[in-house]
């Protein structure tokens, strides 16, 4: 319903914007309470300021190419979002650290003992991309579950 208005009755009728828990005037006609919120300026709108579009209310003549840009920049990132579900990119952070713990953990193992702190920094970052694994292995799972319709 792109463009078009949502009805004078019905749906208007029961909505109204809300801020501070108190109903938000029109910002045209300040003796009507607002049905709600521009999405680009965030002013209060009546039902003869507001343009309805699937994803949120534009001001009339005013905001309406802006949000329709908007609507189509979300959309356009809602589609993209599940390529980026299988990116390596959230193992970097996790392979680093588990690589240079590995690195720091044999590098204080095979010195002599002057060299403790490097293997309990070694430790210290397995540890932490142990973490970072789980954090990164949640993250996806999150987002393949987000992702299916």
């Known amino acids: 319903m792109v463009g078009g208005a949502l009805g ?3 749906l208007w009728a029961r909505v109204g914007a809300r801020a501070g828990g108190e109903f938000v005037n029109c910002f045209q006609h300040q003796d009507r309470v607002s049905v709600g919120l521009c999405k680009s300026c965030q002013r209060g709108l009546c039902p003869d300021c507001a ?12 905001c309406e190419e802006r949000v329709a840009a908007l609507s189509a920049l979300i959309e356009r990132n809602v589609r993209v979002s599940p390529v980026a579900v299988g990116a390596p990119s959230l193992f970097v952070v996790p392979v680093l650290f588990l690589s240079m713990g590995l ?8 010195s002599d003992s002057r060299f403790t702190f490097a293997w309990i920094l070694g430790l210290v970052l397995l540890g932490c991309g142990g973490i970072y694994w789980a954090i ?14």
């Open 103 to 110: 690195i720091f953990l044999v590098f204080g193992l095979s």
């Open 51 to 62: 343009v309805g579009f699937e994803d949120g209310l534009a001001c009339r003549g005013r």
């Open 8 to 10: 004078a009755g019905g």
């Open 136 to 149: 990164a292995n949640r993250t996806r799972a999150a987002l393949r579950g987000s992702s299916r319709p």
